[in-house]
T-cell receptor, first 112, second 117 residues
């Protein structure tokens, strides 16, 4: 069964304390892995798309990487404004159809 | 603002009411989506419209009825809902070229927080 699992469920960091969020997936025909940020009371905001193993993308303090089984979102020297829920999603294409599967997210809290 | 506008932001309705959620985008996107977001659950895809045509109904109960009059507007009509339908309803859009779902991320609206009493 196609599945996307994010860990940890919640994470508390001190300002400046770097860490990584994990998104592991089991899907057929991966067509892309997506990271989103969601602030309370808002819809998810698109961050990155990764297409193939070994690919990396960066945006400010965030860096996303992809392997054949998982993706990591590295947060370097986080600030309180990085506090949000980070969602991972995969787009898969089994048998010619398209599926878009979200994980349940990691709630990140960065303390000043 | 993301470019996808949803109204209302909050809605409280009784189980016998009829209401509609509205979504509007002027990003030139041709695909529009309704998602349901409940606490501690992954986003659940409800409906997909490509070029105004419904291409996916993800086994959604008939008390939810979508409408897409043009590629910029999407509605979700609600009637005789249940308390378990209380959730954040998100509209999203993204560009689509032909039948190939190019790998652009979704642009989401801020959602409608629905409470069924």
């Amino acid at each position: 069964e196609d599945q996307v699992t994010q860990s940890p469920e919640a994470l508390r960091l001190q300002e400046g304390e770097s860490s990584s969020l994990n998104c592991s997936y089991t899907v057929s025909g991966l067509r892309g892995l997506f990271w989103y940020r969601q602030d309370p009371g808002k819809g998810p905001e698109f961050l990155f798309t990764l297409y193939s193993a070994g690919e990396e993308k960066e945006k400010e303090r965030l860096k996303a990487t992809l392997t054949k089984k998982e993706s990591f979102l590295h947060i370097t020297a986080p600030k309180p404004e990085d506090s949000a829920t980070y969602l991972c999603a995969v787009q898969a294409s089994p048998s010619g159809t398209y599926k878009y599967i979200f994980g349940t997210g990691t709630r990140l809290k960065v303390l000043a | 603002e993301t470019g996808v506008t949803q109204t209302p932001r909050h809605l409280v309705m009784g189980m016998t009411n009829k209401k509609s959620l509205k979504c509007e985008q002027h990003l030139g996107h041709n695909a529009m989506y309704w998602y349901k977001q409940s606490a501690k659950k992954p986003l659940e895809l409800m409906f997909v419209y490509n070029f105004k045509e419904q291409t996916e109904n993800n086994s959604v109960p008939s008390r939810f009825s979508p409408e897409c009059p043009n590629s910029s507007h999407l509605f979700l009509h609600l009637h005789t809902l249940q308390p378990e339908d209380s959730a954040l309803y998100l509209c999203a859009s993204r560009p689509v070229r032909g039948t190939d779902l190019t790998n652009y991320g979704y642009t989401f609206g801020s959602g409608t927080r629905l409470t069924v009493v």
